[in-house]
């Protein structure tokens, strides 16, 4: 199987700081990868498709992006409504794996 | 708009058989592909396995002796069966639709326990 190695587990920021979540992946999985965002009590929500494709609705202060085997999901300037978990999901070989999420906490 | 919702007990004994519901309204099961993903306590989540629009099935490769996904096209609705729970088993189960491989519409999830 392919392991996505997600970093950091758990982070706190501040209102307006830049953050970056980061999966590497094991092997190539091309732009095979998608960002889920999740809310308590919520189902997940995709908000990166392909690597670097915003989902609909997404606010454009999120980014994706690809060095090699490093996927990261990018928040610009961080508001309230980011707080959240976050996974990546790799879909180009079966099974499709997740990265370990990633707790957003406020500061 | 597609809408999924999933169903079934919240508490299973050790050894007997998990049976969930998937019910989906606004889009026909007879298209696409559609799963069930599970997210255990501590945050990991798992891709479990998924049923085509013609009703073939895809499991994973952990799961695959104790997984069943099937259907019903009358009632637009698939199921989930994995037998031989353990306390390993619980977790909050969703189920999803599949876009170009990819879950874009999820269900609300539901929480199952394993105890006895």
């Known amino acids: 199987d392919i392991q996505m190695t997600q970093s950091p587990s758990s982070m706190s920021a501040s209102l307006g700081d830049r953050v970056t979540i980061t999966c590497q992946a094991s092997?190539?999985?091309?732009?095979?990868l998608i960002w889920f965002q999740q809310k308590p009590g919520k189902s997940p929500r995709p908000m990166i498709y392909?690597?670097?494709n915003l989902a609909n609705g997404v606010p454009s202060r999120f980014s994706g992006s690809r060095s090699g085997s490093d996927y990261s999901l990018t928040i610009s300037s961080l508001e309230s409504e980011d707080m959240a978990d976050y996974h990546c999901?790799?879909?180009?070989?079966?099974?499709?794996?997740f990265g370990a999420g990633t707790k957003l906490e406020l500061k | 708009e597609v809408q999924l919702q999933e169903s079934g007990p919240g508490l299973v004994k050790p050894s007997q058989s998990l049976s969930l519901t998937c019910s989906v309204t606004?889009?026909?099961?007879?298209?696409?592909?559609w799963g069930w993903i599970r997210k255990f306590p501590g945050n990991k989540m798992e891709w479990m396995g998924y049923i085509s629009y013609s009703g073939s099935t895809s499991y994973n490769p952990s799961l695959k002796s104790r997984i069943s996904i099937t259907r019903d096209t009358s009632k637009n609705q698939f199921f989930l069966q994995l037998n031989s729970v353990t306390t390993e088993d619980t977790a909050t189960y969703y189920c999803a639709r599949y876009l170009r491989r990819v879950p874009d519409y999820w269900g609300q999830g539901v929480m199952v326990t394993v105890s006895s």
């Open positions: 606004g889009y026909s099961i007879t298209s696409n592909y």
């Open positions: 392909y690597a670097t």
């Open positions: 999901l790799q879909y180009k070989q079966y099974p499709d794996t």
């Open positions: 092997q190539d999985i091309g732009n095979n």
